[in-house]
Every structure is written in structure tokens, then in C-alpha cells.
């Protein structure tokens, strides 16, 4: 009865001391990245959806307004849990269970270890706990199908923490915001057996543990954190998502290879629609063709010449990246793809021509380019 009661006694003190997940940054095997280092190759680039939830479900509906959704984009610039005015705003807020979703160009690709990491504003206290606002974490690559993180905690949930309260970073696994500003919470795609995302969408964790309100763990659990936080910034402060792995297919090369690492991050310009040089060649033009984006290109990317009595089109693209076809119709939505000849004239530079008689060289062609 004695060895009984030691051994409950055991597993109670251990718990409190910590969960079985790895610690803050200083810690073994933690997931923390610093903001300041070299893993990381680029940042989050546009916002896809922002939906802010109230500053304390079933308390206040005011929507937390402190920030704004361009505050996550770019480097992580949080210093910590100070609302100093400045412009932009470091963070924005996601209210209680608000979400946030951010695109990627390039996209995140599966490398060894964390892919992403995600940076919150929180701050450490003592015995290595952290004022920590949580989210959970989910991924897509095509924007619309959006997978979760597998989130656990193992925060105890007898008693809520109090707005203010701390909690354990080793209580926590899968759940953004376990660290302190300046140092992210690493994700791996593998995790989730993807190898590619293109958005990454942050959904605030409702810490209430005592109204039917709260949000619950993969394993079904609630989280407890601090709530209710009736202030402007309620819910998960959102810094930034910073790019560990890139993607490595041949659109995301291109982009690398065009454009800055500044420029990169400005999807008015790598957008697939954009035209940088004004050119009248889209992006996804000047990728397919082999062309620079940022070079006027006079001629067109579509020759068509007088040949006899017929006509000949011409138009040279790119083998290794995409599929390009030529469409005939004589109407605007009767179109159908024709053969071409095709020529190696270059590395992975092929000339398709097509020599079309008087009598079949009506209406109109266009090319259709295919990304793989």
C-alpha cells in the first residue's frame, strides 16, 4: 500500500514540474527559431483571409482591433508584450478564436526538420513559464483544402489561468505561440506527410476551461490559457510566419532566380498575372517562354506570318517547366488544340511551328500554358 502511494505521489510531482514536451528556447531539443537566424529564407507574403474574433467570447463581442493583417507579413519585428504606438504595428490580434490566413510565394517546402515557424509576442516568467497566447496551425497547398497541426495540451484544466497567467511550454506541442517573442515555434510538413504549402492559416485558441466555450486539443482536451483577455489585443498576437524550407519546383526557382529577396515578398510583382515590365507577357508567360521579367520583350510571344497561301505560327518555350499548347477557334469558346512541329533550339528551348493553308487558317489561336 506504502509502494502504492509513493508511486501515485511520483507521477503528480512530475507532472508539475513539467510535461513531456521539449521547453523554451534554452531547453533540449526545443523548437524555438530565432528571429535572427540565417534558417530562415523568406516570410510570409500576402494575406489570403483575416476574420477577427471578439475581444472575450460571450463577454464583449467588440472585435480585438490592434494591429492590422499586414502587421504579419514580412520579418518578425515583435519585441515582446509592449503596445507602444508605432507604424506599422509589430503584431496583429485575432480576438477570441479569430483567424488569419497567410499565402506564400514561394511556397513552404518539406526539408529536414521544421519547414515554418510561427512568432507570437509573449514573454517568459518565472520557473521557465511564458505568458503565452495560443493558435493553432493549419496548412494548404492549393488555398481552399486547409490541413491541422495535430495540437496538444497537457495544461491542466481544473483551474482557468487567469488573464495574465503563465503556463508551460512543455505542456505544449503542435501550438503556436509556446515561445517567446522573438523566437518562433517550428512546424514540419512532414508532420502532416506534405511536401509543399502555399497558405498557412493561425486560428486563436479560446482558453476558456469553464463556460462550454473553449477550444479543444487534438485528443479532444481543452486548452487552458489566459482568458479571458478583455483588451483590444485579445486572443493570439500574431508576429510573423518565417520560411525555413522553400519549395523547390521549377516556378518557385524562377521566382528565386528573378526577383530579389525583397521583391520577392511583393506579390503585385511574382504573381503569376503580374507584369512587372509592362510588356504585355505575364509572369507565367515570361516563365514558360524563358524570357526575363524584368526586360521589355518586343516581340510577341504568339508569331503569326503570311506563308503562301497560308499562314505559319511560331512561338518558342520552355521543355523542363511547362506544357504550352496551341488553341484554334472560330469562335470564342469553341477552341481546339492543334499539332505543332517542334524543334530543340536551345537548352530546354524548343520552336513549335504550325504552317496552316489558306483554307484552314481562319478564326482565331491562342497558346494555353499548363504549369505541372
Same mark, same amino acid.
Given at each position: ?100 490566413? @497567410?499565402?506564400?510565394?514561394? /511556397?513552404? $517546402?518539406? #526539408?529536414? *526538420?521544421? %519547414?515554418? =515557424? ?6 517568459? &516568467? ?48 503542435? @501550438?503556436?505561440?509556446?515561445? /517567446?517573442? $522573438?523566437? #518562433?515555434? *517550428?512546424? %514540419?510538413? =512532414? ?6 504549402? &502555399? ?174
Amino acid at each position: 500500500m506504502k509502494t502504492a502511494l509513493v508511486l501515485l505521489l511520483t507521477v503528480a510531482w512530475a507532472h508539475a514540474a513539467g510535461g513531456p514536451f521539449p521547453g523554451g528556447p534554452d531547453a533540449p531539443g526545443t523548437e524555438a527559431i530565432s528571429a535572427g537566424s540565417p534558417a530562415f529564407t523568406g516570410w510570409a507574403t500576402a494575406v489570403a483571409d483575416f476574420t477577427p474574433g471578439p475581444q472575450a467570447a460571450g463577454i464583449n463581442n467588440t472585435p480585438a482591433n490592434y494591429g492590422s493583417s499586414a502587421s504579419a507579413l514580412g520579418a518578425s519585428d515583435a519585441l515582446g508584450a509592449s503596445y507602444a504606438a508605432g507604424t506599422p504595428l509589430p503584431v496583429v490580434s485575432l480576438g477570441d478564436g479569430g483567424q488569419i490566413t @497567410l499565402r506564400f510565394s514561394p /511556397p513552404i $517546402g518539406d #526539408g529536414e *526538420g521544421p %519547414d515554418f =515557424a510561427v512568432f507570437e509576442n509573449g514573454f517568459t &516568467t518565472s520557473g521557465g513559464k511564458l505568458f503565452a497566447e495560443l493558435a493553432f496551425v493549419e496548412v494548404s497547398s492549393d488555398g481552399v483544402n486547409f490541413t491541422r497541426f495535430p495540437a496538444v495540451s497537457c495544461t491542466q484544466t481544473a483551474t482557468q489561468t487567469g488573464n495574465f497567467g503563465s503556463t508551460a511550454p512543455t505542456d505544449l506541442q503542435n @501550438l503556436a505561440g509556446k515561445h /517567446p517573442a $522573438g523566437y #518562433g515555434t *517550428g512546424f %514540419d510538413l =512532414a508532420t502532416l506527410s506534405m511536401t509543399r504549402a &502555399t497558405h498557412v492559416r493561425l486560428i486563436d485558441v479560446v482558453g476558456d476551461v469553464n463556460n462550454g466555450r473553449g477550444s479543444l486539443d487534438a485528443r479532444g482536451n481543452l486548452i487552458n490559457d489566459p482568458w479571458p483577455t478583455n483588451f483590444q489585443t485579445s486572443g493570439f498576437d500574431l508576429d510573423a510566419v518565417g520560411v525555413v524550407h522553400a519549395a523547390t519546383d521549377a516556378w518557385s526557382e524562377w521566382i528565386a532566380a528573378s526577383f530579389d529577396q525583397v521583391r520577392r515578398q511583393d506579390p503585385a510583382l511574382t504573381a503569376p498575372d503580374a507584369d512587372p515590365d509592362g510588356d504585355n507577357k505575364t509572369n507565367l508567360m515570361e516563365y514558360a517562354f524563358g524570357t526575363l521579367p524584368d526586360i521589355p520583350e518586343s516581340t510577341p510571344a504568339l508569331l503569326v506570318q503570311k506563308s503562301g497561301d497560308g499562314i505559319t505560327l511560331e512561338y518558342r518555350y520552355r521543355n523542363d517547366r511547362d506544357t504550352v499548347t496551341v488553341l484554334q477557334g472560330l469562335t470564342p469558346t469553341g477552341w481546339a488544340a492543334v499539332t505543332v512541329n517542334r524543334q530543340e533550339v536551345g537548352a530546354h528551348l524548343v520552336a513549335a511551328t504550325l504552317a496552316l493553308p489558306a483554307v484552314k487558317a481562319r478564326g482565331m489561336f491562342r497558346l494555353r500554358i499548363t504549369r505541372p
